[in-house]
């Protein structure tokens, strides 16, 4: 009798292992293999795989921001450059003007070509300010899609204690990165601003100088108001 009872426990025993090993909730789909259900390697791992690549999106975002910011303090140094070589030109030929000189100076015609490149040279600058200033915007994009996926990470079952603080790490990552666009943002705002309003007076100020060396002295077209010639000098923008 006792030889049957011990029998019957471990075919019973075998029986509840089979049926566990086959339909076990953590257990991936058609696996035979036995799990334990207090760690889902599946959910795991697929966490991690998601946090590596919310990690490398956001290493890729934050280098992008820094490339942009880059691109913006090169744009502003070289507008610096050419508005003081605009200037300078610009302040050269109304010194000869007001003392009078021969009207079409060479030398002064010369100079005013001059002054008219670096004013298109500035005028390509503002171009390439809307360019990154289009490129930012779409960057803003990135970035809140991004924090997107990482708060729906937050929900994906399987994760551990260390994949959440790697999370809030990634969170606070990107959110300093949408600051950091939101600043860039503003900062070419501001500068496609002053360079347009540069521009605009300095075509005004091109043309009426164009007439006084064409006279051989100051003085302004028919229809605009007395007055020399004067040129705006903007005052240099901090590098970030």
Request: with cysteine; proline share 4%; charged share 15%.
């Amino acid at each position: 009798m006792a030889l049957r009872v011990q029998r019957s426990v471990l075919l019973l025993a075998a029986v509840v292992l089979s049926g566990c090993g086959e339909a076990g909730i953590f257990a991936p789909a058609g696996s035979q293999t036995p799990s334990n259900p207090a760690v889902s390697q599946t959910g795991t791992q697929t966490v991690r795989q998601r946090i590596q690549q919310l990690r490398a999106d956001q290493a890729a975002l934050a280098n992008g921001i820094s490339q942009q910011q880059a691109q913006l303090n090169a744009t502003r140094s070289q507008l610096s450059s050419d508005s003081a070589a605009y200037s300078g030109l610009v302040n050269g030929i109304t010194s000869r003007l007001q003392t009078g000189t021969t009207p079409g100076n060479p030398d002064l015609v010369n100079q005013w070509n001059a002054a008219q490149a670096k004013l298109d040279d500035a005028t390509l600058g503002v171009g390439r300010l809307n360019s990154l200033a289009t490129q930012v915007t779409t960057q803003a994009s990135v970035a809140g899609y991004l924090l997107e996926n990482v708060r729906a990470t937050f929900a994906v079952g399987g994760a551990v204690d260390e994949d959440h603080r790697n999370l809030r790490a990634i969170e606070g990552e990107t959110t300093r990165s949408m600051q950091q666009i939101d600043r860039l943002i503003a900062d070419l705002n501001a500068q496609i601003g002053r360079e347009n309003g540069f521009l605009a007076r300095e075509r005004t100020n091109l043309a009426a100088l164009s007439y006084g060396v064409n006279l051989g002295r100051l003085g302004n077209p028919p229809g605009v108001g007395r007055g020399a010639p004067t040129v705006s000098q903007r005052r240099p923008v901090p590098l970030q």
